[in-house]
T-cell receptor
């Protein structure tokens, strides 16, 4: 069982909809991440939060808006997405934001844009 | 040259055999290395961290060769449940320590 939980597991939305993905961890980790993964490709980093502050934005389009309400929660707000945004969205956490800490992944939200 | 390179496979290996994967990385300053496995339509799961001295966990052995800038994963007595994609992961090269860089993965299928 994963210690990082993501909801929903599956999401189908139209291009004009607004929805949010949620991620929660209770391991006391202070770094949280959003990744996007397309089929047969490795995960691509989108955002990094360190101590609830945005640390890295990998030039992600503004239709994706991250939010970190507290140290346990990470949200990804979606608005006006495009069909090419259909993918598996993975949340991960690590103790702190340093490269020697492994990241632990949630089981993802599979997003389909109609 | 890619930051992290892996042979994508597929590797089709009979059950009980030994299989090894290599992964090369381009940034000599990289400090941390990991192997993750990912099952079809599932999330990546940490398999092992890779230490300078090498490390072993049951049937799995990971090695680091800094001089040649590669890491390896050896699986002995392979099981059907070892079928997965194995991702080589290296700590950030261009943007500091926060960023982990993933290889494209090596697909392994264990054949009964």
């Amino acid at each position: 069982d994963t210690e990082v939980t993501q909801t929903p597991k599956h999401l189908v939305m139209g291009m004009t909809n607004k929805k949010s993905l949620k991620c929660e961890q209770h391991m006391g980790h202070r770094a949280m991440y959003w990744y996007k993964q397309k089929a047969k490709k490795p995960p691509e980093l989108m955002f990094v939060y360190s101590y609830e502050k945005l640390s890295i934005n990998e030039s992600v389009p503004s239709r994706f808006s991250p939010e970190c309400p507290n140290s346990s929660l990470l949200n990804l707000h979606l608005h006006a997405l495009q069909p090419e945004d259909s993918a598996l969205y993975l949340c991960a956490s690590s103790q702190v934001v340093t490269g020697n800490q492994p990241q632990h992944f949630g089981d993802g939200t599979r997003l389909s844009i109609l | 040259r890619k930051e992290v390179e892996q042979d994508p496979g597929p590797f089709n290996v009979p059950e009980g055999a030994t299989v090894a994967f290599n992964c090369t990385y381009s940034n000599s300053a990289s400090q941390s290395f990991f192997w993750y496995r990912q099952d079809c339509r599932k999330e990546p799961k940490l398999l092992m961290s890779v230490y300078s001295s090498g490390n072993e966990d049951g049937r799995f052995t990971a090695q680091l060769n800094r001089a040649s800038q590669y890491i390896s994963l050896l699986i002995r007595d392979s099981k059907l449940s070892d079928s997965a994609t194995y991702l080589c992961v290296v700590n950030g090269s261009n943007f500091g320590n926060e960023k982990l860089t993933f290889g494209t993965g090596t697909r392994l299928t264990i054949i009964p």
